[in-house]
Every structure is written in C-alpha cells, then in structure tokens.
C-alpha cells in the first residue's frame, strides 16, 4: 500500500506523487530490500512499485515511477501518517500472561507475518516474549514468508513465550525501547492476556519519554528519535480462559474446550458401566467459562464456578441432587470445577474436598495438558481473521489511535479500546472480591449470563407451575448433523419445564405422516448431548408427498406448534406447510426450524448446527494428509469435501489448514484461474516447502470434477510433483459434536421453545391456536451479532432454490484471507476493516448468540 505524508493510500484511491527522498535512519536499506521485491523474494507483491489497473488480481499492471530504491525505503511502505516506513513485530505471551501457551497463536502469528509481508512492509519476530525485546540480539528476527509456512497446526506458540520482571520496570523497558530502535520497529502485534496487553500499552504510553531519555545518554541520534517518534500497538488476547472482558472468545478457547469435552466422552462410559461420580477440575483461576461452558455441552449435574458460588450448605444440596437422578435410573454422575472456585466466604472449594463430600466418587483432574491439545477449527479460523485485520488496525493507525484489541464479535472483526477491555475485566475480580457475584456474572457479559441462567434450568428437572394447555412436536428432516441432538434435548426439557405435552416423531415428515409419533419425558432425553447423529431418525422426505396424512396427525395428537430441526430440507418443508395454510386450517400452527446442516446453506442463518463438526472433521483429515508426505518431497493433494453447490466448507478448511487454492461453485473460475493455480504451486515446489493442498467442493463446476483437477494438475506437474486424490465423504457427518455445535444447539433449542411459547400465547383463543401471519413461521438463526427469527416467506424471496442456497453468503469475504495467505496476487480493495467499538455496560448487556 503506497504511503503518502497525509497517510495510507488505499488501492482504491489514485497514486500521490511521492516528495523527494529524505534521509533516514540507519537501516533504511535493509528494510528496502524486502519492501521492493516481489512474491519470488518474502512472498508478498511489490505493492510499493506496481498497481494493478483495475485493481484486481491477474489485470494487467502499470509501473508507477516512485523514485529510486531509496526513495521507496524512505517512505516506506504501510503505515505511517508521517510517512514512516511500516516495520510491525510480533511479541507473545509476556508478564502477567497465562502459564501456558494457547492454540491457534502459530495461526495469528502466520497471519500477522504474511498479512505484513503482503502489503510490502518488514516483519521482525520477537522471540521469548518481552524477555526476548529486552534482551535483543538474536531473540529479533527478521521474517520471510516461508518462515511460518507449516505451523499453523502445531499447537502452542513457536516463537516461544516467557515471564519478563525486567520489562515491569522502566530500565527494561528502556532496554527494550533501544532494541525496537535499532531495527526501526513502531508497530508492536502482542498475544497475551491482560497483564501483556496493560504492559504494551504502558510500554506505548512512555515511549516519547524513552527515547527523549536514550537520546540524552547518547544511545540514538536526534535523527532516528525522530524517524521513530510513535509506537502503535495493536493487541490479540491469547487465553483458553476466555477471561478478558469485550471479546466473544479468545485465542486457544475453542481448543481447551474440544479437550476437556473429549476426556468427558472417554470417562462417560467408564462411569456408565462402573456407576461411579468423576469430578473434573478444569482450568480457570478468575474465571469460569470453561467449566460453565463445558458443564452446558456435557449436560454436568452439578458445577462450580468462581463467578457464582454456592450457596451455604451446598455439600448436602449436592449430594441430595445427586442422589435424585440415581433413583431415576442414572448411572453416572459428573461434577466439574474451576480450579478458582470459591464459597461466598471467600474460601477455595478443591476438588479433592467434593470428591471427599461425595465419598462414593471418584476425581478426574484435567489441569495443564488442556493448551496442549492440537487446535479447534475455530481457533485457526478466528486467529486468522484477527491476525489480519491486526495489521490493517496498524495500518490505519494514527496518532489519536488508543492501542486497540482485535477481536471477532459473531462473524464480525472489531476493534476495542485496549485499557477499557481491561479495566472491564479488572472490574468483575474487584465484584467477586467484594462478594458482588451477580454483578461479576453480569460483567463478563450477556452471553456468560445466558449460559449460566441456562445450565441451571436445563441441569435438573424442576416441576411446572401449572399445566399448559399446548403440545408441542419436534422431528429431524434431512441429513443427520450435529448438534440435532442436543438442540432436541434442551428443547424437550424447556417445554417441560413450561408446562407443554412434548412429542418427539421419528423419520421427519415421513414419519409425521406416519403416525410415528410418541410423548417423551426430561429422562428421555438424557445423554443425549454428546450423541452424533439423529436419536430420533430423519429423513429427506418432504411434505407435499403426504400433505394429507401429515394434516391428519396433527389434528389427531392436537399439535399446535412444530419444532423442525434439519437443514434446506426442513427450510423447504416448513415452508410448505406455510403454503397450504389456505387449504388445511391445521397447519395454521408455530412452527420454527432450526438450521442443521454440514453445508451450511440455510437461509436466515450465518451457521448451521453441526457445520462446525464438520470443518474440524475435514481440518483434523486434512491434517493428516499432509502429514502423510512429511517425508514425500513435491506431493500436491486434492481433497474433495462435501457441502453441495456451496462452498463454506472447502472455504473455511481451506483457512484453517492453510490450503493452496479452494474451488467453490459461489467464486466461479475458468481453465486460465486453474492454470495459474498449477503455476503458483509449480513456483512453491522450489522452495524448501514442497508440499500443496488443494480443496474442492463436490460441486464448484460440472466439468472441472475432481478427476479432472487431478489429471490437469498431474500432466502440468509432470516432473515437478504428483498427485493423489482423497474424497472425505460422509466421514463429516459423523462424529460426537464440537463443544460449539453443543452449545449453541442447546441454546437455539431454548430458544426456539421460549419464542414459540410466546407466539402460542399470543395466538390462542376460545381454546384453541390460530395463527396464520408470516411471523408465526421462522427459521431461528445466528445472524452477525443476533439470534434473530426470519419468516420463511421472506427468505423465499433470498432463496436460490435449484442450488439449494441463500443468494447472499457471509462467508464469501473470506476468501479473500484465503487467497491472501496462500500468496496469489489479489486487491484488497474489498476488504472490510473492523470498525471501533467501545466496551461499557451497555455493550456487554447486548446478547451475541454463541
């Protein structure tokens, strides 16, 4: 991105005609010779010397005459209102972080470094954290593209992380201040939590007052204390915690939950056979996401968390409520705790004293080896898209910016105010300390609080208090997904706990029809959560086959609101129910579909239920071929993934295993985009990583099939590498559930309940349920920020019906990432940044789904 004195120039806007050279500090040249060179040098296109007229990638391109390699240096590249050169650096884990590394860091510090390289500016690696820019010296290295080329499946972090006293003080941030100087680093990408982030922004704060003090001893020249005038700093919170306040989810969350829930699932069926209780201390000090989050997706019968502690007695309560579900037939029991869980004295509840309470218990501890567990999907993804948009924050920076944290608000990137976050986060320990509880679960956010008001009314079945006079049906329709399962157990147990008769139907529609039809209680229920699949069955049948029949169920089990839980089949289905409304007065009725769908293609939502099982399926698979030609030089593979006509799982894999190329039938290509995707790999195998991967979609293109992929880039590789083909298939429909498509099953499936309880109030009369308006029907989704309800008959006109697809899909601005970090030319003049939101109460009250 050309610079001009006045700021960044977009590619978008008309090149300036750059001032003469100025000289610069020592350096100048070194830094040059990285920004001048195209993708052949660090990987990154000369951004600096050429446009693309027309701005897109693969339009014919036109020298601008910028000056002599100087003049480009001089200027630099990226940044700076005053023309600075852009030189940002990556620092992890530093005073004050977690005790350990998080997953999905190496996938930011990739994005970062390419992101960086990409638009022509230099990269430096700090490596041991603020140790390693207090020392100096080798711990700052300069970074190339190849440099983080194969790490974004390793867990951990590997440019290291260390504690650093001497950076608390000012001598050590003086010492640190000269080392940023010697390589003409004033951009600063930090990964920690909130002790890193406070000390960068303190780090910031004194950085005039520091190099007026280096320039007093002699230590730099009045003209490099100049040229380096401003640090900005851009924050990314590495935590499996999730204890920072403002952002949905941090770094290495998603990964410690995939781990906790996998020891959850191993012991459930030690603890089925042998009857026992396991208590499980997961991780934790300050804050209890991970046990209240992994409490909600494992269905735990009971819990501890600091932000809410038990009430006085608590021992008695639990072992009676334990009890209580053995006497109904349960075989097992299990207890999870935060390792800071206290009592409302103040004092810490161990897991040894449970397991000494529930004498005939056992104890689980999951302690340290939770960061250890190779990455979720989502931390690859979300690390990514904060990596990158970091480095746009720097971009834009100016010196009004306040040092900002890059985080995902839904789907969304947003910029917070650094010290708000962590004066929030400072507020909810200040709340617990002074016995402030609810008001410390209200600081952590809507969401905290939803989750935990959900957990305590789905985790024992408490009696109605009074009966309604509504039934309510569910079914799967489609294929199976996950997460069906637990959207159906917390919708069963809601409506009970509403008073509502609950019948579940077998084989969808089909089974509707049928008469497949049978009341169930909260005990049927019962561990379900953790189940892949369809409990109930399901089927693609769709209604207008048995309109007649199904019309005839429904007036003979007075169904008066339907719960369809399934993909663009359940979509379709409800939707013509909607349409013979005029014909069959039964069907005016609630009905509600909940997205559930690998595919991802219902429209009203941005993710469907079990779409995430199936990225991590396809990541963990494509993990393995590659791993496969570790010792297989030149080797390309192209992996064919499910989805239909749409292309968010081959995208999203695509991302978090750091594919070559994706084809996808929504990003239309020809035979010249294939042949310069042979080249650009032809271009990788001469370099020291000789290995591709390649994604396709099972139906981007009727001719381009996958067979053809293979022999095109067999021939046109010929001596170069070779192919091989592996078809994933069903391999990610099945599979137990990620703790996402758990937990937001189980909370669409309240959800769902709640709104449909409404509108049967709303539309009962005489005795009876009449409702026949467009918002009787809906499709609950998670749309931005939202769970929002959407009419059927309005997505039909959204709708494309012959490709099963929402006309508008999200996701499609990821591929832009994705092009980006596999190093094809591209403009990113549609790239859109994140926008800056303030952290207050107020924001923290709004609830975000997830």
């Known amino acids: ?74 200027w630099g590249i990226g940044m700076a209102a005053r023309g600075e050169r852009w030189v940002p650096c990556w ?32 990269v430096f690696l700090i490596y041991e954290g603020y140790e390693g820019l207090v020392e100096g ?24 992380s260390a504690r650093c006293k001497a950076f608390t003080t000012r001598q050590g941030r003086l010492r640190a201040a000269r080392n940023l100087v010697e390589h003409g680093i004033t951009n600063l990408c930090v990964i920690g939590g909130d002790g890193s982030l406070t000390g960068a922004d303190i780090f910031r704060a004194e950085w005039a007052g520091l190099l007026d003090e280096l320039l007093r001893d002699g230590l730099i020249s009045e003209e490099v204390a100049k040229a380096n005038g401003r640090l900005n700093v851009v924050g990314l919170v590495g935590s499996i915690d999730n204890d920072f306040c403002g952002t949905d989810m941090t770094i290495g969350t998603d990964s410690a939950l995939h781990r906790i829930m996998e020891v959850i699932d191993a012991i ?56 209580e579900t053995r006497s109904r037939g349960s075989r097992l029991n299990i207890i999870i705790i935060a390792e800071g869980a206290i009592d409302r004295n103040g004092k810490p509840i161990s897991s040894n004293y449970v397991k000494d309470v529930r004498a005939a218990g056992w104890e689980q501890k999951v302690g340290e080896g939770l960061c250890h567990h190779p990455r979720g999907a989502s931390d690859s993804l979300q690390s990514s898209k904060m990596g990158m948009e970091a480095v746009m924050a720097l971009l834009e920076a100016t010196p009004d910016t306040p040092a900002c944290v890059v ?42 609080e939803n989750n935990w008001n959900i957990y305590k009314l789905l985790a024992h079945q408490k009696p109605a208090q009074e009966k309604s006079p509504f039934s309510l049906a569910i079914l799967n329709v489609g294929a199976p997904a996950a997460g069906m399962n637990a959207a159906v157990r917390s919708a069963v147990r809601i409506s009970i706990c509403r008073g509502h008769t609950v019948y579940a139907v077998s084989d969808g529609f089909e089974g509707l029809a049928k008469g497949q039809i049978r009341e169930v209680g909260w005990h049927d229920v019962a561990g379900w959560l953790g189940r892949g699949g369809s409990m109930l069955g399901t089927k693609r049948t769709l209604p207008k086959t048995c309109m007649e029949k199904i019309v005839e169920n429904v007036r003979k089990f007075n169904i008066q609101a339907l719960l369809v839980i399934g993909g663009f089949e359940a979509y379709e289905g409800v939707l013509q129910l909607v349409e013979a409304r005029g014909q069959y007065e039964e069907l005016c009725i609630i009905m509600c579909v909940i997205p559930a769908t690998i595919s991802n293609n219902v429209p009203g939502t941005d993710f469907s239920l079990g779409s995430d099982t199936a990225v991590n399926a396809a990541m963990e698979s494509c993990d393995r071929i590659k791993q496969s030609a570790s010792g297989t030089k030149r080797r390309v593979f192209i992996v064919e993934t499910m989805g239909g006509y749409c292309g968010y799982l081959s995208t999203v894999t695509g991302i978090a ?22 080249e650009h790999l032809t271009d990788k195998m001469k370099t020291d990583i000789q290995r591709g991967l390649v994604l396709r979609n099972e139906k981007c293109h009727e001719h381009y099939t996958t067979e053809f992929l293979y022999n095109l880039y067999s021939s046109e590789g010929k001596g170069i590498f070779d192919c091989r083909i592996n078809v994933l298939g069903h391999l990610q429909q099945g599979g137990a559930p990620t703790p996402f498509d758990r937990n937001y099953g189980t909370k669409l499936g309240v959800k769902a309940v709640l709104w449909m309880s409404e509108k049967l109030q709303e539309a009962y009369r005489k005795g009876r349920v009449f409702a026949n308006s467009a918002d009787s029907a809906c499709v609950i989704g998670l749309r931005k920020k939202v769970v929002a309800f959407s009419p059927v008959t309005e997505l039909k006109k959204v709708t494309d019906f012959e490709h099963r697809l929402p006309q ?33 109460r107020r924001t923290l009250s709004i609830e975000k789904g997830f």
């Open 137 to 160: 010296g080798d711990n700052i290295k300069q970074a190339t593209w190849l440099s983080v080329s194969n790490i974004i499946q390793l867990g951990g972090t590997v440019i290291g």
């Open 407 to 448: 985080s995902l608000s839904g789907n969304q990137s947003v910029r917070l105010p650094l010290m708000e976050c962590v004066q929030v986060t400072k507020d909810v320990q200040k709340a617990m300390d002074e016995k402030r509880f609810d008001e410390a679960i209200q600081l952590r956010g809507r969401s905290f």
């Open 1 to 74: 991105v050309p610079v001009s004195p006045r700021g960044p120039v977009h590619p978008r806007s008309p090149l300036p005609s750059l001032p003469a050279p100025q000289p610069r500090a020592p350096q100048s040249s070194s830094s040059l010779s990285m920004a001048g060179r195209g993708r052949t040098g660090c990987g990154g296109p000369a951004a600096a010397v050429k446009r693309c007229r027309g701005g897109g990638a693969g339009k014919e391109e036109e020298e601008e005459d910028v000056g002599s390699p100087a003049s480009v240096g001089t």
């Open 268 to 323: 459930t069926t030690t603890a089925q056979s042998h009857q026992r209780t396991f208590v499980l201390e997961v991780m934790g000090r300050h804050c209890g996401y991970l046990a209240l989050v992994s409490g909600l997706a494992s269905g735990a019968d009971w819990l501890f968390i600091p932000e809410s502690p038990p009430e006085d007695g608590w021992e008695d309560l639990m072992c009676e409520r334990l009890g």
């Open 808 to 840: 508008e899909q999200w996701w499609l601005n990821l591929r832009l990432m994705l092009k980006m970090l596999a190093n094809y030319q591209i403009s990113l003049t549609e790239y859109i940044s994140g926008k800056m939101e303030h952290v207050t």
């Open 91 to 122: 620092c992890s884990d530093v005073p004050a972080v977690p005790r350990v590394s998080s997953a999905g860091m190496n996938a930011a510090v990739r994005a970062v470094t390419r992101m960086g390289i990409y638009v022509g500016a230099k």
């Open 657 to 678: 295993v750091g594919a070559d190329a994706a084809y996808v039938y929504e990003d239309p290509f020809t035979i010249h985009d294939l042949k310069a995707n042979v």
